[in-house]
């Protein structure tokens, strides 16, 4: 089956840039997204882009799409304590039936 | 406020003692899917369904059974739970299915199975 794979854990100091990676080997991907999971919470989406962009931001939400080498990347500016969660890289072919990847933990110290 | 939620959130049972985990939603979505959530695996989905009566199996069915009567409304069966469906399971929605809609998760059910 179709496989994203992400780095399990990312530390930073306040106040650095985050970069989260992702790789994912459906060719067919059209939208590719990354959601947070906060502990004892469900997931959020934060952004997604769609497969014939390169790139998007949003605030302090950078993301990177190379769509030959099928990598994905997040990068969050800044980063805040409050950013410390599991970030999730997903994607779909079509409909809404998605692929996650395992996750990584990003630990943000003060 | 729109929102997806499940009951109950918390549930230690007993293998083979039927449970449902109960899932709704307000937001008149026709989408609705069931993911579990285990520590090195990602999330995983069960099943979803496109829209009432309509269901189909995800990646990791086995075990679990759903029905989709009302549009707000899709719980998720285990007749006869065994231990390695102790999971987080988390319930989601979004309005037709399509790529670009954002998806709504609800809170989680915690499972334990003994």
């Known amino acids: 089956g179709e496989d994203v794979e992400q780095s399990l854990f990312l530390s930073v100091r306040e106040g650095d840039s985050s970069v989260i990676n992702c790789t994912y080997t459906d060719s067919s991907s059209t939208y590719l997204y990354w959601y947070k999971q906060e502990p004892g919470a469900g997931l959020q989406l934060l952004t997604y882009?769609?497969?014939?962009?390169d790139m998007k931001q949003d605030q302090r939400l950078t993301v990177l799409l190379n769509k030959k080498d099928k990598h994905l990347s997040l990068r969050i500016a800044d980063t805040q304590t409050g950013d410390s969660a599991i970030y999730f890289c997903?994607?779909?072919?079509?409909?809404?039936?998605?692929?996650f990847g395992k996750g990584t933990m990003l630990l943000v110290s003060p | 406020e729109a929102q997806v939620t499940q009951n109950p959130r918390y549930l230690i049972t007993v293998t083979g003692k039927k449970l449902t985990v109960t899932c709704s939603q307000n937001?008149?979505?026709?989408?609705m899917s069931w993911y579990r959530q285990d520590p090195g695996l990602g999330l995983r989905q069960i099943y979803y369904?496109?829209?009432?009566?309509?269901?189909d199996k995800g990646d990791v069915p086995e075990g679990y059974k759903v029905s989709r009567k009302e549009k707000r409304n899709f719980p998720l069966i285990l007749e006869s739970p065994s231990p390695n469906q102790t999971s987080l399971y988390f319930c989601?929605?979004?309005?037709?299915?399509?790529?670009?809609?954002?998806?709504?998760f609800g809170p989680g059910t915690r499972l334990l199975v003994l």
């Open positions: 937001m008149n979505h026709e989408y």
């Open positions: 989601a929605s979004s309005l037709q299915g399509q790529g670009e809609e954002t998806q709504y």
């Open positions: 997903a994607e779909t072919s079509g409909y809404s039936t998605l692929t």
């Open positions: 369904s496109m829209n009432v009566e309509v269901t």
């Open positions: 882009i769609f497969s014939n962009m």
